[in-house]
């Protein structure tokens, strides 16, 4: 079943498009990775679901009713979660305070509840029960992505919008990275990854696109966009690296 | 030594009030990214309101406060509507020049309805006050006292401890990320904006009986607001309570030991030798620098 589809997606900042007519779907249950160089698109994708690009058109479908236009915080409310890049944990606020508050698209829940999930995702990223009272702005990278990840699970999304999980963190903590987002398929929930590590968004994902300046170049399985020589070419330089 | 102590306290009186006025100033710009130089004409609006309910319609003084605080935050919710609100995506300058347009337009109206001469207000308490050891504890700054501490601890209480306030905080840390959590950063900042309308419009009704109400009276307590967010950090909370408290102290003793006409020099010297020695100001903020 498609969970979300882009229909012809264009979105622009100011004067031309960034992106320019998209088709994207992803169905219920999946990982979709969205690859592409640094400057295709792939995070004004991700904006525009979330309305968070001013000038969008074309259509953005969630369980097949249009959210295209409507605020921020209503389309949180219908259940996309959004990780944004470059992590923005609240700097000010302690880690369990940024888990606390992934909740706010949610009514309102007993302390009972929030205690069992916040608990939920201790388990989940062992490392955060430790750190639960040390204040955002003093983690690493790669705490503050397991924070990030965290407390955008805390929405309970039906789709999970990732921005590169993986920049700028070390070989080992991308790893716990990658296995964190297929345990998270597991559950149930369906990610819609953005990365430029394609070696490793291809490896948990089930379906693929790659973007290149505000088009969709090509799409397909894991292993048709790993074969596809133009593409191993130009865009998962990853691969060789990796 | 008593003289000391007497001008301390009244020091920290006068301190409390710049403190209030400060710590409505800080936290508009914590969340909003609003500077506001409206802050000193909400103190002036509060006394004026208290005027209204108290000389005028005669209500007991204490219903007669409470209702103008209530409605300063109405008045600050109006304010934000007017200022802030056509203005949000424009950056800071814009919104800056609509709240001096707006000060300047509130003053004017104000003295349109009461004229120039100045309005007279009691204390809360009737009596004048007490006598603890060498210092004599005006009523009016005994109050001034209790409640800008009260006011401290119910905003630590509300900041601190409370879901709303870690809202409030988030939204003030990061306001597209507190949208993308389905946090309403809308209804945050006109929230922060009825409370900092209300904290302006106490410190005018607690300061009036001190001072007088007149239409000026915002602009120079404004601008020591501002002086003592620069002294205590700029966007620092604490920096706000501890910046207005040092500037009241500094001033009254400095008008005491040193010249009564320059009482007012003394703030504006105090904030000069800071931007010169530490202009970070004593709580310099590592959060905005990381973030
Ligand atoms: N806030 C913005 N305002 C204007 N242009 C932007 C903004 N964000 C991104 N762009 C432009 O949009 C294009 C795509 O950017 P982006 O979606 O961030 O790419 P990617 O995430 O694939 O690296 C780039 O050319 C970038 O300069
Ligand atoms: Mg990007």
């Known amino acids: 079943m498609k969970l979300l589809e882009l229909r012809t997606l264009t979105a622009r900042y100011g004067a031309g498009d960034v992106l320019k007519g998209i088709d994207i779907d992803v169905d219920e249950g999946e990982i979709v990775a969205l690859l592409g160089a640094n400057g295709a698109g792939k995070s004004t994708t991700l904006r525009a679901i979330s309305g968070l690009v001013p000038h969008v058109a074309g259509d953005i479908l969630l369980g097949g009713k249009s959210i295209l236009g409507q605020k921020t915080e209503a389309i949180v409310r219908l259940g996309i979660s959004h990780v944004p890049e470059g992590r923005r944990v609240f700097p000010g606020l302690t880690v369990r305070e940024n888990i606390v508050l992934g909740a706010s698209n949610r009514g309102r829940l007993s302390r009972a509840a929030m205690d069992r999930e916040v608990g939920e995702k201790f388990e989940l990223f062992p490392d955060l029960h430790r750190l639960r009272d040390a204040l955002g702005w003093t983690l690493s990278g790669g705490q503050l992505q397991m924070v990030a990840v965290a407390r955008g699970l805390m929405a309970q999304p039906r789709v999970l919008l990732l921005d590169e999980p993986s920049l700028g963190l070390a070989p080992l903590i991308v790893q716990q990275v990658f296995k964190i987002i297929a345990q998270i398929r597991e559950r149930g929930t369906t990610v819609l990854l953005v990365e430029q590590n394609a070696h490793m968004a291809l490896s948990v994902a089930d379906r693929g696109y790659v973007l290149e300046t505000g088009r969709v170049l090509v799409a397909g399985s894991p292993t048709a966009l790993w074969e596809d020589p133009q593409v191993r070419a130009a865009y998962l330089g990853g691969l060789a690296a990796g | ?291």
């Not at chain 2, 800080?26 to 609003?34: D, E, G, P, T």
């Not at chain 2, 009461?114 to 009016?140: C, H």
């Not at chain 2, 005018?204 to 239409?215: E, I, K, N, R, T």
């Not at chain 2, 408290?245 to 500094?250: H, Q, S, Y």
Request: glycine share 12%; proline share 4%.
């Open chain 2, 1 to 291: 030594m008593a003289i000391f102590l007497q001008l301390l306290f009244t020091g920290l009186g006068i301190g409390a009030i710049y403190a209030l006025v400060a710590l409505g100033f800080v936290l508009l710009i914590r969340a909003a990214s609003v500077v506001n130089f409206g802050q000193g004409q909400f103190s002036m609006v509060g006394a004026y309101l208290l005027v209204v309910c108290f000389n005028v319609l005669g209500l007991p003084y204490l219903l007669s406060m409470l209702i103008a605080v209530i409605l300063m935050a109405g008045f600050g919710v109006l304010f934000a509507g007017a200022t802030y609100w056509p203005l949000r995506h424009r950056g800071g300058l814009p919104v800056i020049i609509s709240t001096i347009g707006a000060s300047i337009f509130l003053e004017n109206i104000v003295l349109v309805l009461y004229g120039p001469s100045p309005e007279v207000l009691p204390g809360l308490f009737d009596s004048p006050g007490i006598q603890v050891g060498p210092v004599f504890m005006d009523s009016q700054y005994l109050s001034i006292l209790v409640s800008a501490t009260l006011l401290v601890i119910l905003q630590y209480v509300i900041f601190e401890k409370t879901l709303l306030g870690k809202k409030l905080q988030a939204t003030s840390q990061d306001k597209e990320m507190a949208s993308l959590l389905g946090i309403p950063v809308a209804m945050m900042i006109l929230i922060t904006f009825a409370y900092s309308a209300a904290l302006g419009g106490l410190a005018g009704m607690l300061v009036a009986p001190v001072l007088f109400v007149s239409v000026g009276m915002g602009g120079l307590i404004a601008l020591k607001a501002f002086a003592a967010n620069i002294i205590g950090g700029y966007g620092s909370i604490p920096g706000a309570i501890l910046g207005g408290l040092a500037l009241g102290v500094a001033e009254t003793m400095g008008a005491s030991y040193i010249s009564v006409p320059y009482k007012d020099a003394f703030a504006f010297f105090m904030l000069l030798m800071f931007l010169m020695v530490r202009p970070q100001g004593l709580f310099g903020e590592k959060i905005s620098e990381k973030a």
